[in-house]
């Protein structure tokens, strides 16, 4: 069982930055982040499969830089110049394997809670 807790969402500015933290009781072979912006399912945002094999979603691509930290158990997403549709709950996921899709939510085991990201105009 691997438990994962996130922190660090909050209200950002348009074109600002903001950086989601991810404290795992243990990392696993891939990790992600996945945000919830609708009731129809979780959007795959970025994913690190491996030491540093990196994966993002197009609309997040050269913005967005997901990282772990194996000395401290934690994965994090550094987004930069935000847009209004990039605000959601983002949820951190996990898995012991390596995976088909990395940005498939139905791939991954250990979920987060969740964590709130608004952005204003």
């Known amino acids: 069982q691997v438990q994962l807790v996130e922190s660090g969402g909050g209200s950002v500015q348009s074109g600002g930055s903001l950086t989601l933290s991810c404290t795992a009781s243990a990392l696993t072979y891939t990790m992600a982040w996945f945000r919830q912006v609708s009731v129809n399912g979780r959007e795959g945002v970025a994913a690190?499969?491996?030491?540093?094999?990196?994966f993002y979603a197009p609309s997040v691509k050269g913005r967005f830089t997901i990282s772990q930290d194996k000395t401290k158990n934690t994965l994090s997403l550094q987004m930069n110049a935000v847009k209004p549709e990039d605000a959601g709950t983002y949820y951190c996921a996990a898995v012991h394997a390596r995976v088909y899709n990395r940005l498939q939510d139905n791939y991954y085991k250990y979920w987060g809670q969740g964590t709130q990201v608004t952005v204003s105009a």
């Open positions: 690190i499969e491996g030491p540093d094999t990196t």
